[in-house]
């Protein structure tokens, strides 16, 4: 048995793969909800593991993860790291999955200088064996940023070898799961896109756009009218409530410099108008976030 015992029935059950069609389905939304549930229990005490308290929603994620594979609850909060929201299962959590299917894992060789792992699908004779040296894991973009390099190097060459055994002998046990949480530190972070800034009345009245030359006086048309609420979704005044009508509406009278009671009243060259200074105001903000 290794580090994280896999134990039939679990505290959240697992759907019945021979169920009737869509029954699997419902089973699961139960498991959800009850996984919900022991989360929001468990995450407001010292009893969670430190990466999941407070974060109630992760810690969902993570049991209804290791379900999957068997885990209990609490084994399933153990067994994944949280890694920006999502949960990614530890080399050791791949370990177990693997042998508790049969097959087999072993460690030859763990050092500061050098991890050797073999594993053995389970009927094979021949062993498949991982080697990670220093000279390998310094050919990693993050080795000279990723402190457990430094702190705990046996540790993650160790972990890397193991993941890298346990996708080769037992790829069907682990059901796809790509990479241990240990790997994912060595990745390139995603660049987050900046958050959506919400901007004051004051800078959606800022300097004055230039009216386009337009002789028509047709009324707004759908296009337009998508085209301005998108728009104002994306300065965040997308909510419906009667603050922020007034409020859109406050802004699109200055802007076309006679009152308005609806959008609905702009013809074609003010909606094109409109939108010109909601692009300029929301192209401003881009540039200054």
């Known amino acids: 048995m290794t580090e994280l015992a896999i134990h039939q029935p679990n505290a959240v059950a697992v759907p ?21 549930i022991y989360a929001e229990r468990v995450c407001s005490t010292t009893m969670a593991p430190s990466a999941y308290r407070g974060k109630p929603a992760e810690a969902a994620a993570a049991i209804l993860a290791g379900a999957e594979l068997g885990f209990s609850p609490m084994a399933s909060l153990r067994a994944f790291d949280n890694i920006s929201g999502t949960p990614a299962p530890k080399a050791m959590t791949l370990r177990a999955v693997v042998q508790a299917a049969g097959h087999e ?15 053995r699908r389970k009927g094979d004779t021949e062993w498949q ?15 000279k940023t990723n402190a457990m390099y430094k702190t705990n190097i046996a ?22 799961m790509p990479y241990a949480a ?7 972070p995603a660049v987050p896109a900046p958050a959506a800034r919400r901007l004051t009345v004051a ?18 048309d759908d296009k337009q009218r998508r085209h301005m609420f998108a728009l104002w979704a994306e300065l965040g005044f997308d909510n419906n409530s009667d603050a922020d009508r007034a409020t859109r509406l406050d ?15 702009l013809t074609r060259a003010d909606a094109d108008l409109v939108i010109a200074k909601l692009i300029e105001r929301r192209d401003a903000r881009n540039v200054a976030s």
């Open 16 to 36: 019945d793969q021979a169920a009737a069609p869509g029954t699997d389905l419902v089973l699961w939304a139960r498991q959800a909800e009850a996984a919900a």
């Open 105 to 119: 894992v072993r460690i030859v060789e763990s050092t500061d200088e050098r991890a050797v792992v073999d594993g």
């Open 203 to 220: 800078e959606l009245d800022a300097a004055p756009t230039e009216v386009p030359d337009s002789a028509h006086t047709e009324m707004i």
């Open 182 to 188: 240990e790997e994912i530190g060595d990745f390139e």
């Open 251 to 265: 802004v699109i009278s200055r802007f076309i410099g006679e009152r308005v009671e609806s959008s609905s009243d």
């Open 129 to 143: 064996t991982s080697i990670w040296d220093i000279p390998r894991a310094q050919k990693l973009a993050q080795y």
């Open 155 to 176: 540790q993650m060459l160790c972990a890397r070898a193991t993941a890298e055994v346990c996708r080769w002998i037992g790829a069907d046990a682990i059901m796809g």
